[in-house]
């Protein structure tokens, strides 16, 4: 057998062929008859339509990529047979591979395809990569999508006291665009365009430059990121009101320093805060700047102090964290903890507590950074317990936990609450099935919110091209004895894209004509990322129109005026 080596170089002196039998243009005499014939016959070197090999023809780079191709389909194949190509023959297909990986690429040869005849560790399986990385992300440096959305409104009956009487039609136009600058910076903004029917309206929204080198990280624009330590400081601050607990427009800095085991980080969201911070190992440090007028050291400002640790003890199943604050300007200061400890493989608990003075800055202003109160102590404890056996089975779970809070300055308890939630799913369950009792109790004014539901029971139609679920939900809230029930029936024509919505609704609290809200909705897909959807509600219900995706205790749910609402929205996303 030839080896593959003289194989290639063959395949580059003379052509890329065609037929696994001898050419027309190939006589028998020919010195390189045997190779031709053996490559043929192995599939490397296919020739021309016409049957002919073209030896004196000159070889395209296309081409002899080609032949490459099938090189190494082959030697995928037959990799187990020993003796089939040496180290060096390998070295000359991976160097060949290198040199072509642009045709390679565009011929559909894969990182997956090398691995198999070259092996995992392959210089050429990692320059192909390099290649393919870069002409993906650089191929179309600006990226833009986007989504639009009008909807026509029309009201039967009316509610003028609603303000709701006039048909209308809206729309919303967003366009994402996101750029690649270079090897370390990228760049974003979100256009929103309303009202493109009447007067347009123009805005922007979630601008951000990002860049990233070596030991530098910065961010600037639209920022999103968990709440630092415990909360203490840097907690539930939402201005945006987005997925992060602190989500601002602001910048990100962040700086790991190659021989150095601290990281410093410098966050801020101008005119509310600034954190100038370091980190190493288990600990963190921080000063925060909370200026509340244009006097950066105006009476109501303050300059914060704080420290944060965090430990596992070397266990997998506890985790101690603790942070404290003192408030430089103003004197006052807080301190947190949070133990958290598995006590089984079914049962773990949170044990936490708190005490914030008086007048501490981030829990006591306006547009308060902290997940705490001022002038308050308190602690919780929480515990999960799975009620469920082998993974197979149905899954039974079970959360409770109490709150105490009081007020340092006067003692009055605040807080007092119980509060537990069962919630089961079937081993079969489809997507979002589940059953939910959620109760909450509290002692100070000895009342109660009791929720239970069942969401997209399947009905297990017998049609495979339609789907059907039934859902339902009752609340009762004794401080205001009102009671609401919601009952939704979800039917689907999978094969013409349509699913139909009904819901009814009941409301014990809704005096003012009928205690009952109906809605349906009909969703059509017309096409991939167009959608059509056509719907009427008869009173108006306070909760989201949606499904409540947070399948829990709403204590705004109820019927808020006797509108008949009519709809038609047409959805593009691209």
């Known amino acids: 057998m030839k080896k593959l080596a003289l194989a290639l170089v063959l395949v580059l002196a003379f052509a890329l062929p065609a037929l696994a039998n001898p050419f027309v243009d190939v006589p028998l005499n020919h010195w390189a008859y045997d190779a031709v014939q053996s490559l043929a016959a192995k599939g490397v070197i296919i020739g021309y339509p016409d049957g002919t090999f073209g030896g004196n023809r000159a070889l395209t780079r296309y081409e002899f990529a080609q032949a490459i191709a099938r090189a190494l389909g082959y030697m995928e194949q037959y990799v187990d047979e020993a003796g089939f190509a040496s180290q060096d023959d390998v070295a000359m297909l991976e160097k060949l591979v290198q040199e072509f990986a642009d045709e390679l690429k565009s011929l559909g040869v894969t990182v997956d395809d090398l691995k198999k ?69 990228t760049a974003g903004i979100e256009l929103i365009i309303d009202d493109t029917f009447s007067t347009p309206v123009v805005s922007a929204d979630n601008f951000y430059i990002e860049y990233q080198k070596d030991e530098w990280y910065l961010k600037f624009g639209d920022i999103g990121l968990d709440a630092i330590g415990l909360g203490l400081v840097l907690g539930e601050y939402q201005p945006n009101d987005d997925d992060y607990d602190l989500d601002f427009e602001g910048f990100n800095v962040v700086y790991t320093p190659e021989d150095s085991d601290i990281v410093w980080k410098l966050i801020g969201a ?82 936490d507590a708190h005490y914030v003075t008086a007048g501490f800055t981030p829990a006591s202003s306006t547009a308060s950074p902290s997940d705490f109160n001022d002038d308050e102590m308190g602690f919780g404890v929480a515990a999960d317990f799975n009620l469920s056996g082998d993974e197979d089975e149905d899954k039974w779970t079970l959360s409770a936990e109490y709150d105490w809070a009081q007020q340092i300055s006067t003692g009055t308890v605040t807080t007092n609450d119980i509060g537990a939630t069962l919630t089961y799913v079937p081993s079969d369950a489809v997507e979002n099935e589940q059953f939910v009792l959620d109760f909450d109790y509290s002692l100070n004014t000895a009342s109660f919110v009791v929720f239970g539901g069942y969401e997209d029971y399947d009905l297990e139609v017998e049609d495979e091209n339609e789907d059907a679920y039934l859902g339902a939900l009752v609340q009762y809230d004794s401080a205001t004895s009102q009671l609401v029930a919601v009952g939704r029936l979800t039917y689907k024509w999978l094969e013409e894209n349509t699913t139909l919505t009904i819901e009814g609704r009941y409301d014990s609290a809704w005096t003012a004509s009928m205690p009952v809200s109906v809605y349906g909705e009909v969703e059509w897909a017309m096409a991939d990322n167009t959608t059509l959807t056509v719907g009427y509600e008869y009173q108006t219900w306070g909760a989201d129109e949606d499904w409540p995706d947070d399948f829990a205790i709403d204590t705004d749910r109820g019927i808020v005026d006797t509108a008949g609402t009519i709809t038609a929205e047409l959805d593009v996303t691209f």
Do not use: C, H
């Open 117 to 185: 005849a070259l092996g995992e560790n392959s210089q050429a399986i990692k320059a192909l990569e390099d290649r393919v990385s870069n002409l993906e992300k650089y191929a179309e440096p600006v990226k833009v999508t986007g989504e639009f959305d009008v909807v026509y409104t029309a009201y039967a009956p009316a509610d003028a006291a609603a303000g709701k009487t006039d048909v209308s039609l809206s729309d919303e136009t967003t366009l994402t665009i996101a750029a690649d600058i270079n090897e370390y910076t």
């Open 270 to 351: 101008p005119n509310d805060w600034y954190t100038l911070r370091a980190e190493w190992e288990q600990v963190g440090l921080g000063v925060t700047l909370i200026p509340e007028s244009t006097m950066i050291f105006d009476a109501t400002s303050d300059l914060i102090v704080s420290a944060d640790a965090w430990t596992d003890f070397d266990e997998e199943d506890v985790k101690l964290t603790v942070e404290g604050a003192y408030g430089v300007l103003s004197g006052t200061y807080a301190a947190v903890g949070e133990l958290w400890f598995k006590a089984s493989d079914d049962v773990d608990f949170t044990i």
